[in-house]
């Protein structure tokens, strides 16, 4: 199974999103551009990584009608990322359409995953205005099985639901989590939050780190820390 460290990297603009990842001199990162940064660059950012020799994932989280985001992935397929994703609540339908759209001519295409329940809806709101009575555990396997069946990769979900992910879909099916902090580091505005070593022991496939590493006084040693701790010792 693939095991990696994602830097989610929120910066507002070009400038600084480059000037940080410029640190990293010769080394081959996994990097999230989310809709902060992709709105405000466009394009353009993705081009400027992908130069620079990082896997991409481009974190947009697609939810429309199936042609809709169809031709949205197509496009997006056009950029040469390497990860990118959609609301499992937009249904079977749009998930099946979104991987259509996705695949290139030759049937390759990135990898596809699945947010099932945002982490900021929690059950009540799910209850008083969704109206979705079902506990939150159910709801996100049930959303991670769907995902599965419409030929999806994986979800993104907390470090803590990997198992019993893995335990309902297979070990094959990739889980991408954040939520990780080290012991001695700031939780920010995360509340349920697991250190990259624990990360690992509960099965996560991928860790997405943000603030950890960008806001860390030594980027670099921080996410050689974490490569460490959750990779393993092997690599560096
Ligand atoms: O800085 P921090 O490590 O908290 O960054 C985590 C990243 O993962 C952010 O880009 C955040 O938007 C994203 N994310 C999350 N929780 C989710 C889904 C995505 O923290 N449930």
Redesign the pocket.
Known sequence: MPKDVII?C?FSGKEEALTFLDKFTGESLFV?V?MELYYAEGPEIIREIKKRNHKIFL?LKLHDIPNTVKKAMKALSRLDIDMCNLHAAGGSGMMKAAVEGLTADDGSRPVLIA?TQ???TDEDTMKKELLIERPLEEVVISYAQNAKSCGLDGI?C?PLESNIVHAACGHEFLTIT????FEDSER???SRITTPARARELGSDYI?????I?AAADPIAAYRRCMKDFVGDSVY
């Open positions: 989610a929120d999230k989310g974190d947010v945002l982490t900021s993104v907390s954040p939520g990780v902090r920010g505005d995360q997405v780190v943000g603030r950890p960008t």
